[in-house]
């Protein structure tokens, strides 16, 4: 593994290289991701488990990512069971990846190593030529440069025996082993062009003379008053809504290309392609004990420091814009992952092992410019439908309706400030007993899981180009700046954070029998007792029967006819 040229060195690149699994990722970037877009033998993405260790690593949330993301130097063997496998495996239905991490021994090893990745090194793509994304041969200097496409990751590890002078070492030396690593990624991550359209100064300011849609054809403003073309194509000063001058105001800054030009045919008036920075640093020890000539003891302790600054939002629930409206800062630390593990040789033909794990992620997202897109930070001074609206929650504003035009809008951030913590504990004993040809094994397993996310929602206004809207002007910036909203939605509670509890208790025994020596028989049975997960804090609320009080249902009440009599077109006041 450590001499194939992984893309991104990730572990979870190797799985394209097994029948039956399809793997939708690229894995060109190193970072926890990712398991949420494997697929083994038919099966769903998010039925996969991975452990390391024996400790899972899968974020009980979203079954789509990790809790870390090991380095690829720190594993000694890397096996995926897809199907068919027995009775000791279980917890998921998809495939079962599992990995072990090395261990030191009696004689001191270390490896060093550097991976560089630079766009210089890469052919520029068909659409940034022709965006004018290129160097000038002559001077060098780029005019609109390509997007910056840097991986450099550097790292070393060290093992062998621990040890101490004049305190047993010769004894520590033949039992006690350590391996030490550490890796850093300097990360960026090349994302894709953004064209998009946003106000222009005139527009800002109420004149519509210039404005076109995305087929070069001019538009025309009409007052929602009387149904009329304004004056030459201009709002009056007088007739402009403060508040829609401030929406305008907040992505005319973002305007960068001139609008109408033969490159982009009216169709947008930004360009821009930034890339993501995305620095990891992962630090790992384990030490291996051997107790006795029966017991051997090891603990390993994994870290992960991980953060990701967005100039586009993040899609899931940070906003995935068309203009870099603010870094996003997104961090998946502290993430950690541990494994103690003790295996006993009771006697000749009887095994104990005994595994404890808990690993954890922690999520958090942060705007840069902290009151960027906040009712207070825009400068509104309109009066919200609902009070109490949280100060730091963003506002959403998009816009649409005109053909072949990309408006710029932010999109997406609802759960701010957005928390987000998995937290699993795991416990297996396995018994081993062989009874002539049979090795007979049996097992308990104990999951606790902790997920502790925001959940929450903005207020979001839509201004379109909606000809079934009475007061649509023609132009969702028109409409904006007379306050003439498509759709407008404001929660009535703010974010909150819940605190989700989930226990899996599972149990087996199983056989493999040689019954000669061309036929070896594998059989055994897994039970699952799966709880209901639930709010600690007692959030969320069903229907509880026992709770029901008849006297306070809601009643609806209606005109009915009475005593069979009816008047012509429906019933009458007298027999109502």
């Known amino acids: ?345 009771l006697s000749s033909t009887l095994t104990n092992e005994f595994i404890f794990g808990a690993s954890q992620n922690n999520l958090t997202l942060n705007p840069t410019v902290e009151n960027a897109a906040t009712y207070s930070g825009i400068g509104f001074n309109f009066t919200l439908p609902f009070a109490g609206y949280p100060a730091n929650q963003w506002f959403n504003i998009n816009f649409g309706g005109t053909p072949n035009q990309n408006f710029a809008g932010v999109n997406g951030y609802s759960q701010f400030p957005y928390k987000n913590s998995n937290t699993t504990f795991d416990i297996y004993d396995n018994v081993s007993k062989v009874f002539g040809p049979h090795t007979v094994k049996v097992g308990f397993y104990y999951q606790r899981s902790r997920k502790d996310q925001a959940a929450g929602d903005s207020t979001y206004i839509q201004f379109n180009h909606n000809t079934n809207n009475p007061n649509n002007t023609g132009h969702p910036y028109a409409n904006a700046l007379l306050g003439e909203f498509d759709s407008f939605r404001e929660p009535n509670i703010g974010v909150f954070q819940g605190q989700y509890r989930s226990t899996n208790i599972e149990w087996y025994a199983q056989d493999n029998w040689r019954v000669n020596s061309r036929l070896t028989v594998d059989y055994g049975m897994r039970f699952s007792l799966i709880y209901p997960q639930y709010d600690k804090r007692a959030q969320e609320y069903y229907f509880v029967q026992s709770k029901y009080d008849a006297t306070k249902a809601v009643r609806l009440y209606r005109p009915t006819c009475v005593a069979g009599t009816f008047a012509a077109g429906g019933c009458s006041s007298a027999n109502q």
């Open 1 to 345: 593994m450590q001499n194939l040229a992984v893309n991104g060195r990730n572990y979870l690149d190797l799985l394209k290289l097994t029948p039956g699994v399809v793997v939708t990722a690229g894995f060109a970037v190193s970072g926890p991701g990712g398991l949420g877009a494997i697929n083994v033998n038919g099966t769903r993405p998010g039925k996969n488990n991975l452990t390391i260790d024996g400790t899972t690593n899968v974020d009980s949330g979203s079954n789509g990512t990790q809790h870390i993301a090991l380095s690829l130097d720190n594993i000694a063997e890397f096996k995926l069971l897809t199907s068919n496998y027995q009775a000791e495996y279980g917890k998921s239905g998809g495939g079962a990846i599992q990995i072990v991490t090395k261990s030191g021994t009696s004689q001191f090893h270390g490896t060093g190593y550097y991976f560089h990745r630079h766009e210089q090194f890469n052919a520029n793509s068909f659409f940034n030529k022709a965006n004018g994304r290129i160097g000038d041969p002559n001077t060098g200097v780029q005019r609109n440069p390509r997007n910056l496409y840097r991986y450099n990751q550097q790292g070393y590890n060290v093992g062998g025996p621990v040890w101490a002078p004049k305190i047993g070492s010769e004894y520590l030396k033949q039992r006690l082993f350590f391996f030490w690593s550490q890796e850093w990624q300097e990360q960026l991550v090349p994302q894709n062009a953004r064209q998009s359209r946003v106000p222009t100064a005139l527009e800002a300011a109420g004149d519509f003379s210039q404005t076109k849609d995305g087929n070069g054809v001019a538009i025309v403003i009409r007052d929602p008053l009387t149904g009329l073309p304004f004056l030459d194509n201009k709002i009056p000063v007088g007739r402009i809504n403060a508040n829609g001058t401030k929406i305008l105001n907040l992505f005319r800054k973002f305007e960068n290309t001139p609008l109408g030009g033969a490159a982009n045919a009216s169709r947008y008036n930004h360009d821009s392609q930034q890339s993501v920075s995305y620095p990891r640093k992962e630090t790992s020890i384990r030490l291996d004990y051997n107790v006795s000539d029966t017991t051997k003891v090891y603990a390993r302790y994994t870290r992960d420091a991980d953060q990701q600054i967005m100039p586009y939002g993040l899609g899931w629930t940070g906003g995935s814009n068309q203009i870099p409206f603010d870094n996003l800062i997104f961090k998946q630390a502290p993430a950690w992952n541990s494994t103690l593990n003790v295996t006993s040789t």
